[in-house]
């Protein structure tokens, strides 16, 4: 690939939240996870980020990891309330000073940073005050991208707005399931839409504040399907489909909400103020998508609104992560294949692709995790195909350099190409699946 292209850009992906730790340390605020994890019964391990993979002391040993295997590009998010800890006003200066150093050594060792400003760790102050479904947030948001571009942006010239908005808000406003625990289609609706006016938003004060700056925003994207060929099943796919994959991108690229299918969602309306409309197109130079599975769908009438539930992979015998989440090479394939029918859609970039599996040292300190490397190949050869049928992909970033903090599962499921041993001092081990990842970008 890399002969084939040179311009493509090969990476690993990862976030502020799950690796840095260091939670309170040097003027850091607490941000929704912080508080979220303390909540019994939220976190599946019963963790806390407090910790995580203690990146916040130990980048210099991670980059020099990713020199060693000659990795060139490194996507990393900043979080929030490290540099604004509460939010909005004041700045904390030993909190940039950190971003500073993580993106000149990045650079010193000729890897190429790729910052995402916002990987859903919400300073928790502005929780406090409706965090997301607070229009106030745009202005919030704002003074937040404008102090980290203008900060970083003489050096950092990628740059991504959000990550994947369905996942914070559906997850975290509509399920509670994830950080800040909010639930009903109300909180969820009004969180989306100014999730959705940040995403522009942000887009254009990084143009305003970076020189030549290359910007886009992640967006998660799943191969839906239905469960069998009657019409409900059939529906009930399109209604996820919509939601899960569209919801989001569309506005981003200048198209209405798909809300044909979604008549529930039509309370978003009485959120939308005169002129929003002409505000979501962010006319992105990328578009970040983050894929890992195949989503099997039967109409469900017990489901509030969408009527429409998932077929696990284990029902249905097929293969599976610690996720549960149904190991399906294919999936890649049509979610850049489906992506092709967005009008006006700028070039991909695949901005997190990988998988969980229960990772063991034998006892020469190895670790051959033959699955992970299968699912890598398989995929790429499957976004490679999507390729040479005409899909515009410009990259690939591999989720995730090292084991962390996977957000309510804890620290259970491995999707690192590094080990991280938790019981013996954060001991980074750089897995096979690293070193074959290493070796394919050479080819």
Same mark, same amino acid.
């Given at each position: 690939m890399s002969t084939e292209n040179p311009g493509f850009k090969w990476g690993v992906s990862t976030a502020a939240l799950?690796?840095?730790?260091?939670?309170?340390?040097?003027?850091?605020?607490?941000?929704?996870?912080?508080e979220f994890a303390k909540r019994k019964r939220k976190i599946g391990d019963k963790s806390n980020p407090s910790v995580a993979t203690d990146f916040y002391n130990r980048y210099p040993e991670d980059i020099a990891i990713l020199n060693q295997l000659k990795i060139p590009n490194f996507r990393f998010s900043v979080s929030w309330p490290r540099v604004i800890p509460m939010g909005?006003?004041?700045?904390?200066? /030993?909190?940039?000073?950190?971003?500073?150093?993580?993106?000149?050594?990045?650079?010193?060792?000729?890897? &190429?940073?790729?910052?995402?400003?916002?990987?859903?760790?919400?300073?928790?102050? %502005?929780?406090?005050?409706?965090?997301?479904?607070?229009?106030?947030?745009?202005?919030?948001?704002? #003074?937040y991208v404008h102090l980290v571009t203008n900060r970083l942006g003489d050096r950092i010239k990628n740059w991504m707005v959000l990550n994947e908005p369905m996942a914070f808000t559906g997850a975290g406003y509509l399920?509670?399931?994830?950080?800040?625990?909010?639930?009903?289609?109300?909180?969820?609706?009004?969180? $989306?839409?100014?999730? $959705? %006016?940040?995403?522009? =938003?942000? =887009?254009?004060?990084?143009?305003?504040?970076?020189?030549? $700056?290359?910007?886009?925003?992640?967006f998660s994207q799943s191969w839906v399907e239905p469960h069998s060929s009657g019409i409900k099943d059939q529906q009930a796919a399109q209604r996820v489909h919509d939601m899960l994959n569209l919801f989001f991108? %569309?506005?981003?690229?200048?198209?209405?909400?798909?809300?044909?299918?979604?008549?529930? %969602?039509?309370?978003? #309306?009485?959120?939308? /103020?005169?002129?929003?409309e002409s505000k979501l197109n962010a006319n992105l130079?990328?578009?970040? &998508?983050?894929?890992?599975?195949?989503? &099997?769908?039967?109409?469900?009438w017990t489901v509030p609104f969408i009527k429409a539930s998932m077929v696990s992979a284990i029902k249905r015998k097929q293969p599976y992560t610690q996720m549960g989440w149904e190991v399906c090479p294919e999936s890649i394939y049509h979610v850049l294949k489906n992506l092709q029918s967005v009008p006006g859609l700028p070039p991909i970039i695949i901005t997190e692709n990988g998988a969980a599996f229960a990772d063991e040292i034998n006892n020469d300190?190895?670790?051959?995790?033959?699955?992970?490397? =299968?699912?890598?190949?398989?995929?790429?050869q499957q976004m490679q195909r999507a390729m040479?049928?005409?899909?515009?992909?410009?990259?690939?970033? =591999?989720?995730?350099?090292?084991?962390?903090f996977e957000w309510a599962e804890g620290y259970r499921p491995r999707f690192g190409l590094v080990h991280i041993d938790y019981e013996n001092n954060l001991k980074r081990t750089i897995k096979e699946s690293a070193k074959w990842y290493a070796g394919r970008i050479k080819d």
């Open positions: 799950q690796t840095e730790g260091a939670f309170d340390k040097d003027g850091k605020g607490l941000s929704v996870w912080d909005t006003g004041q700045s904390n200066e /030993k909190g940039l000073d950190f971003y500073d150093r993580l993106t000149d050594h990045l650079l010193e060792n000729n890897i &190429v940073p790729w910052t995402t400003l916002y990987h859903w760790d919400l300073p928790h102050e %502005l929780q406090k005050r409706g965090g997301w479904f607070n229009r106030d947030i745009l202005n919030w948001f704002g #003074e399920l509670g399931v994830h950080a800040p625990g909010e639930r009903g289609i109300g909180s969820f609706v009004s969180a $989306a839409h100014h999730a $959705a %006016l940040a995403t522009a =938003a942000g =887009a254009s004060i990084i143009r305003s504040n970076v020189a030549n $700056a290359y910007v886009g925003s992640t991108i %569309l506005p981003a690229t200048g198209h209405p909400y798909p809300l044909k299918h979604l008549k529930f %969602l039509n309370k978003i #309306e009485k959120f939308i /103020k005169p002129g929003d130079d990328f578009v970040g &998508v983050q894929t890992y599975t195949r989503e &099997v769908i039967k109409y469900s300190g190895i670790i051959n995790d033959t699955e992970r490397i =299968a699912y890598l190949d398989n995929h790429i040479k049928e005409g899909v515009d992909v410009r990259g690939y970033f =591999a989720w995730s350099l090292t084991d962390n």
